[in-house]
């Protein structure tokens, strides 16, 4: 079985044996009854002509909430829900109406059937229009989309239902590539296809491109926090760019998270000075003298100064806001900590 993600109704998966019951989630969608207008019309237009219209409606909505449960599930680690319950409740009052679709499980970690089976296994005797659409609409958005065609409002709907990861290279060099302020809606259609990507394929994507101030941002809008992604950035020697990204987050932590940011906390108290303590001889005619402490360029301090007066770096080479930075990791990392045995 490949990398699936599983809901059902039942409390049990048959050949899938449950190994850790997580939390039980709920998602709901709740919206105007104005998109069903004629809502309390006739049963004879409804159970007519309209049906079809209704029915779309409601399968929409059902899919957003459904949706949104699934990725609720994905981030506290699950790869199941099960018990899967959904309801459709009609809200009033102050001679307003609102309609609000409830769906709720418990999500879970199953022990998938490790049998694959390989595309010549898998046998297709038919296929819908619906389903031939959507291919034809994958493959047409996709190679839009590598062809840096600025990304769609329509095709973020489709994107969004249907994740697509042979898209994130282009779309993060899309990104990359555009004016954030001149193209601001693109830019906010990226992230949001981004954000619904399983961070798993969005990471060793992204990480290729820390260099860029706008990625490191894109990064902790979406909260992309991988530890062994910046480790592996600081041990290549780009301290300060790995250093930056040590306040984005994640939604959830687990016990490798804990491990690499251990790591890195390791990796950072023991970088070498790059500043210096020296005892200053001063001129005939200036005091400028006794111990200095002496910044990575040569900036001459009072000994007790805990960043340069001039370029604000400290002995380890770190600005003030680069501390910061490394002072949050150590504060989620003690609090982690407690929480994960």
């Given at each position: 079985m490949?990398?699936?993600?599983?809901?059902?109704t039942t409390n049990t998966i048959e050949g899938c044996p449950i190994k850790k019951y997580i939390d039980t989630i709920c998602s709901n969608i709740v919206i105007g009854t104005n998109i069903f207008s004629d809502f309390a019309a006739s049963f004879t237009d409804f159970f007519g002509g309209r049906s079809d219209s209704y029915r779309r409606?409601?399968?929409?909505?059902?899919?957003?909430?459904?949706?949104?449960?699934?990725?609720?599930?994905?981030?506290?680690g699950a790869n199941a829900i099960v018990g899967f319950r959904v309801d459709f409740d009609e809200i009033s009052g102050k001679d307003k109406s609102m309609f609000?679709?409830?769906?709720?499980?418990?999500?879970?970690?199953?022990?998938?059937n490790n049998k694959e089976l390989s595309e010549e296994e898998i046998i297709r005797t038919s296929i819908s229009q619906s389903d031939l659409q959507k291919e034809i609409d994958r493959r047409y958005i996709i190679s839009q989309i590598k062809d840096a065609v600025p990304l769609t409002s329509e095709w973020v709907e489709f994107l969004l239902?249907?994740?697509?990861t042979e898209i994130i290279e282009s779309l993060i060099k899309r990104y990359i590539s555009i004016d954030l302020d001149y193209y601001a809606e693109e830019a906010a259609n990226i992230k949001q296809v981004l954000s619904a990507t399983p961070p798993d394929f969005v990471i060793p994507v992204i990480y290729q491109h820390?260099?860029?101030?706008?990625?490191?941002?894109?990064?902790?809008?979406?909260?992309?926090?991988?530890?062994e992604s910046i480790y592996e950035t600081i041990v290549k020697g780009k301290i300060h760019e790995g250093v930056r990204l040590l306040s984005a987050t994640k939604n959830s932590y687990d016990a490798k998270d804990l491990k690499w940011m251990k790591t890195i906390l390791e990796c950072l108290n023991n970088l070498p000075d790059t500043g210096k303590i020296e005892v200053v001889k001063g001129g005939v005619f200036?005091?400028?003298?006794?111990?200095k402490y002496i910044c990575e360029n040569g900036h001459k301090n009072?000994?007790?100064?805990?960043?340069?007066?001039?370029?604000?770096?400290?002995?380890?080479?770190?600005?003030?806001?680069?501390?910061?930075?490394?002072?949050?990791?150590?504060?989620?990392y003690s609090i982690i900590e407690q929480y994960i045995q």
């Open positions: 490949r990398n699936e993600f599983i809901m059902s409606k409601l399968e929409i909505i059902y899919g957003e909430a459904s949706k949104a449960l699934k990725q609720k599930a994905l981030n506290l609000m679709v409830s769906v709720s499980g418990t999500a879970c970690i199953i022990e998938m239902e249907y994740p697509q820390i260099e860029h101030k706008k990625i490191r941002i894109l990064i902790k809008e979406c909260c992309l926090f991988d530890g200036t005091r400028d003298n006794g111990e009072p000994v007790d100064s805990s960043f340069c007066e001039k370029c604000g770096v400290n002995m380890k080479g770190m600005t003030e806001g680069e501390v910061k930075h490394i002072d949050s990791l150590k504060e989620r």
